[in-house]
Structures are given as C-alpha cells and as structure tokens.
C-alpha cells in the first residue's frame, strides 16, 4: 500500500480559484490523495473570493493567511513568511501551484527553500516583456518546480527551449477549459438567468473586463479605455463587471466613467460571467482567462494589452491586440472584431481533462 500523498494547494486570486476547483473535484474521487488548500488572501474581497469558493464547491482552506494587498514586495515577503510556517506544520509531499500571481512566487521560493516538491498549472507560459510581475512570477515558479504542466504546444515548446528538463515536463491541457465545459453543462434555463437579470439580449452587448495594473494604474491609459468605450456604448451597450482596482482607479479620474452607454455592475461570479461571455457580440478584457474563454465560447475578443501569452489566439483570428495607447486604435479593434466572419476552433487547449492528467502524475509523488 502507497504512503498517503498530502498535497498542499496555494492560491490567492480569482482565476486560481477556478482552476483549483477543476483539480480538487477529481482530487476529492481520488484515493491516496490528501488536499490541504492555503488561501493566501491575495483576493480578499467577498465577490472575487468567498463567492468563488461557494458556487465552484471548492474545499474549505486549512489555511487563509489573510495577506491582503500591499506592494509586490509587501506582500510577496508576508506570504512567504506565511506559508512557510503552514507548510512547516503540514509536512506535504508536494506543493502545488497556479498560475503566475504572488501567491504563486511566494508559494514557490518558500517551498524551493523548504526542499518541498513543487508542480507548476499552466507552466510555460511568457508574454516576453519582463516589465510585468506576472512574467517574473512564472519564470521563477517554472524554474523552480518538479513537475511542470503546460497548458498548450506553444508553453511546453518554451519549456523545453528554457532547458527545464524531459522528465519534469507532463503536457496536460489546460484546466481553464475543463473548467468551461463544466459550466457549458449546466441547463439551459440557469444559463439564461443573468441575462435576464441584467436585461441583456443575446449578441446585444459589449462585454468589458479591465483590471491589470498596466491599465488601471495608469491613468493616461484608463483615460483611452474610457475614451473608446463611450464612443462603442453610442453603438450598443457596454456591461462592464467592475475590479475593485479598477473602480478605485476610475474614481480618482475627473471624468469617471461615460455617463451613457456604459453599465458599471459588481464582479461576477463565475457562472454568471460565463452566461455574460456567451452571449456577448465580442468581449475587450486584459485578463488572460477571459481571452481563451471568448474563444471556447465563440466570441471575438480584443486584448486592452500590447501582447498576450495565448499567441495561437491571435493566429487563429479570434483576437486582436490592441494596447491603450489610442482611443481610434481601441475602437477600431473592437469594430473590426464585431465584423468579423464565422471563423474555425481549432483544438488547441487539450481534450477537456486536464484535471485528471495533472492528478494522474501527482499520484507519482508517492
């Protein structure tokens, strides 16, 4: 009989909540496998946290850290400190990690320097400009991990260039797209509820999300991104679910949010913001998840950035970059994606088990 492999989980923000969720179902039918979540903190308001955790059915954490914000170093250097000390107290086989956010770096350094085993969700993946914290977080938490699961050909091709090692690298798919199909699987009726909610009408709508901090922090950009959303809310409505770093971020500006067009609601929570993704006539965002669920929805999509690490996307026709440098440039985007014709979805994201794949190497570590 195999010795119990206990594994220590690490997330902290909402696009790790997801992800965590689609492994901790297939983990919580697994014998031999022990999951203790650590909730970093990292989100920590109710609508990017507590409702996340709820609807997704994800395990309660054995830790929350309770970090908060702060500056990078803040609060990389608090979580660390943190999960060293649950980590000290739960004696894991392994560390398993998310993702490129804080929470990820700290949990890997504090993990590397402990000697404890680390598995890396969605390794391999660069955007190639190293003035983002996320590219920074990942190189690291890549290069430090056991067991490194690349979401696509493009992420594994990368870790085999970067030298990482033929036996640390098991291709998976990507568990944002299991995740997709389990929401695609709820009946039609609770798909269509928030668009009733919310009086929307399928195809009718613009569909917004911004919240990077190449965005939100600056307020010369946030201006353009404003700018070009009060000319597209004059064609159809905008809906634009509001980060809390966003918000704070709008409230300082003189002109706030366009007065018309434009509707500003609270954070979705996760089956709500698919049903919204569906049924949306394309969708601008900055978020990395949002991007590939355009796509697995059927949705044009316009990157608010100046480059993406989901590249096939943008070869694949069903996004278009375009950073907030130019208020005609961002409307122009987000035009030419409304008009664009029936294109192919290639499979380019892993069958729909990611989940189980990632579990089935875990089950190595004992």
Same mark, same amino acid.
């Given at each position: ?17 997801? $992800? ?50 702060g500056s990078h170093a803040v609060q990389t250097g608090r979580m660390m400190e943190a999960l060293e000390r649950a980590? @000290? ?11 490129d956010t804080n929470s990820t770096l700290a949990g890997a350094l504090a993990a590397a320097k402990l000697g404890l ?105 946030? #201006? ?22 966003? %918000?704070?971020?709008?409230? $300082? ?20 913001? %698919?049903? @919204? ?13 949002? %991007? $590939? ?15 993406? #690490? ?45 989940? #189980? ?10």
């Amino acid at each position: 009989m195999p010795d119990l492999i206990r594994l220590a989980t690490v997330v902290g923000a909402r696009p790790q909540f997801i $992800k965590a969720a689609v492994v901790s179902r297939v983990l919580g039918r697994t014998d031999g496998i022990c999951e203790d979540l650590i909730h970093t903190g990292q989100h920590y308001d109710p609508e990017m946290s507590a409702v996340f955790f709820g609807e997704l059915e994800i395990p309660a954490p054995r830790f929350n850290l309770d970090i908060g914000s702060g500056s990078h170093a803040v609060q990389t250097g608090r979580m660390m400190e943190a999960l060293e000390r649950a980590f @000290l107290e739960l004696r894991p086989s392994g560390v398993l990690l998310y993702g490129d956010t804080n929470s990820t770096l700290a949990g890997a350094l504090a993990a590397a320097k402990l000697g404890l085993r680390i598995a890396h969700v969605e390794a391999g993946l660069r955007s190639f400009n190293r003035s983002m914290p996320e590219e920074i977080n990942r190189i690291v938490a890549d290069h430090v991990a056991d067991l490194l699961f690349p979401p696509t050909d493009r992420a594994e091709r990368q870790l085999r260039a970067e030298g990482l090692g033929e036996r640390r690298i098991v291709p998976v798919g990507d568990v944002m797209y299991d995740a997709s199909l389990h929401a695609a699987g709820r009946d039609a009726a609770a798909r269509a509820e928030p668009l009733a909610r919310f009086g929307l009408q399928p195809g009718g709508y613009l569909l917004v999300t911004i919240h990077r901090a190449e965005n939100t922090d600056a307020p010369e950009r946030l #201006e353009v991104i404003l700018g070009a959303l009060a000319i597209l809310g004059a064609e159809l409505p905008v809906v634009l679910p509001l980060h809390p770093r966003t %918000q704070a971020a709008i409230d $300082k500006l003189p002109s706030g949010l366009p007065q018309t067009g434009v509707r500003a609601i609270s954070p979705l929570g996760y089956f709500d913001m %698919q049903s @919204l993704e569906g049924a949306a006539r394309a969708i601008v965002t900055d978020s990395g998840g949002v %991007q $590939k669920e355009a796509f697995w929805h059927g949705v044009p999509c316009v990157t608010v950035r100046g480059e993406t #690490e989901w590249t096939e996307l943008i070869e694949a026709g069903w996004n278009r970059l375009a950073p907030a440098d130019s208020v005609e440039r961002l409307v122009g985007a987000v035009r030419d994606a409304m008009s664009t014709g029936p294109l192919e979805q290639p499979s380019l994201y892993g069958d729909g088990r990611a989940g #189980e794949h990632i579990v089935a190497a875990l089950r190595g570590w004992a």
